[in-house]
């Protein structure tokens, strides 16, 4: 990926720093691929050496960036499922398997007593009707990632299963009896009879339709930063208090919602939010409308905000206001990113912004994000962008950057404030 690593941590050449810089452009700037946009790939063994490209048929030929995959029987079904670990959103996803029926398995824990206890090492030599399987038992196998130590295997049709056979660590190979088909069973070294493993019930999981699958090319509905980009010293022009800044809401979490007359998802928006009224006032969140209508739409806009019950604490986004939202979006999400309404954001009680919503936010959404900022010493909200949202992450906020992008633009206050954060005063 770069050239002239360096040769100790704190020494990186200038080459080395150019490298890093280059791969962020054309990443976040460029709309170019971290890997190549590579789907993942799942290959079916056909007997042998021989394998089937599947990937499509599977399900699992999603564009993530995937980095790591572990196999384990989570519902203890007698099919393998995976679990996928992505450096993009979504970092997590579970898939079931669901295929297989009428076909047959076995599984096996194994407990070592003269080797390590954990058997790490030994080999499970299985017999079939025409066909031997071996297993291994491993303590980490591919990149980053360690499936179940029970050795599962995949029978087909098999229905009898002639012998079984561990090979242990050192060497030394035994036999055990008392094994069939689509059992569990535990192999205890120096035993040489299999004692038979109860099944895990899943009712949950077994009554559960599967779902499809989702693309993800659209844009992304939620980020959540999780290092969060103090804004305080922003000014949020309103009706009646056109100097006004973001620290000036500190003390609650406060959600800005940008807005335009014209946008028939933004009323509606609205309907949802006064409908909910009494439940955002009730968690302590603050609500700000700024339209970004101009001319003579801000009278329409400021009647619409009336009707909505809206009106109080609104205001509208001027130039300046404007041209500071784009190179926020940008600093989060990159250059290639587009800006739609509506488009909220959600700060934390220190005037530090946590969350961006692109188009509409759904309310009970809100109030577990607002819930979770409100949480002592919380700093980030990983632990609910894992149930379902996304969070992005680009290695560390570029605050000189920021300085002199704001600096360009004459907003020599701004500029000032995030020189002052990014030298530590």
Not at 83 to 88: E, F, H, P, S, V
Request: charged fraction near 25%.
């Amino acid at each position: 990926m770069t050239s002239q690593s360096p040769p100790a941590e704190g020494e990186a050449t200038a080459e080395y720093k150019n490298a890093w810089a280059s791969i962020q452009a054309m990443a976040m700037e460029g709309n170019a691929s971290w890997s190549g946009r590579e789907q993942n790939c799942v290959f079916m063994n056909l007997g042998g050496r021989e394998f089937a490209n599947v990937s499509s048929v599977s399900g699992a030929d999603f564009r993530d960036d995937s980095r790591a995959v572990a196999a384990v029987d989570w519902d203890d079904d007698g099919r393998l499922d995976l679990m996928l670990k992505n450096r993009t959103a979504p970092r997590l996803r579970f898939l079931r398997n669901q295929g297989g029926e009428g076909t047959h398995f076995v599984k096996f824990d194994l407990r070592g007593t003269e080797c390590n206890r954990d058997a790490v090492g030994a080999t499970v030599l299985l017999e079939l009707e025409g066909l031997n399987l071996r297993k291994t038992l491993h303590a980490g196998e591919g990149y980053l990632s360690q499936s179940s130590k029970r050795l599962h295997f995949g029978l087909g049709e098999h229905e009898e299963i002639i012998s079984v056979a561990v090979q242990w660590p050192a060497g030394e190979r035994e036999s055990f009896t008392g094994v069939a088909v689509d059992g569990r069973y535990l192999l205890v070294q120096g035993q040489g009879a299999a004692e038979p493993v109860a099944a895990q019930q899943h009712t949950s999981m077994a009554t559960a339709g599967g779902a499809a699958a989702e693309a993800a090319d659209g844009p992304v509905g939620r980020i959540v930063l999780v290092e969060r980009l103090p804004l305080e010293p922003v000014v949020l022009p309103g009706f009646d208090e056109p100097r006004r800044k973001v620290k000036d809401f500190n003390g609650q979490p406060l959600l800005v919602n940008l807005w335009e007359s014209t946008c028939a998802v933004c009323l509606s928006e609205f309907g949802e939010f006064r409908e909910r009224r009494a439940d955002l006032d009730a968690s302590g969140l603050q609500l700000v409308t700024m339209t970004v209508d101009q001319g003579e739409a801000l009278e329409k806009a400021r009647t619409i905000l009336e009707n909505f019950g809206f009106s109080e604490g609104s205001g509208f986004v001027d130039e300046a206001l404007r041209q500071t939202l784009e190179v926020v979006i940008v600093e989060v999400l990159g250059k290639s990113s587009n800006f739609e309404l509506p488009t909220s954001l959600l700060f934390d009680a220190q005037g530090r912004l946590a969350v961006i919503y692109r188009g509409p936010v759904k309310v009970d959404q809100l109030l577990r994000d607002v819930e979770v900022l409100r949480e002592p010493g919380s700093d980030s909200l990983e632990n609910v962008a894992l149930s379902g949202g996304r969070w992005f992450l680009r290695g560390g906020r570029d605050l000189v950057t920021l300085s002199t992008v704001m600096g360009e633009l004459g907003r020599e206050r701004l500029s000032s404030y995030f020189e002052a954060l990014a030298s530590g005063r």
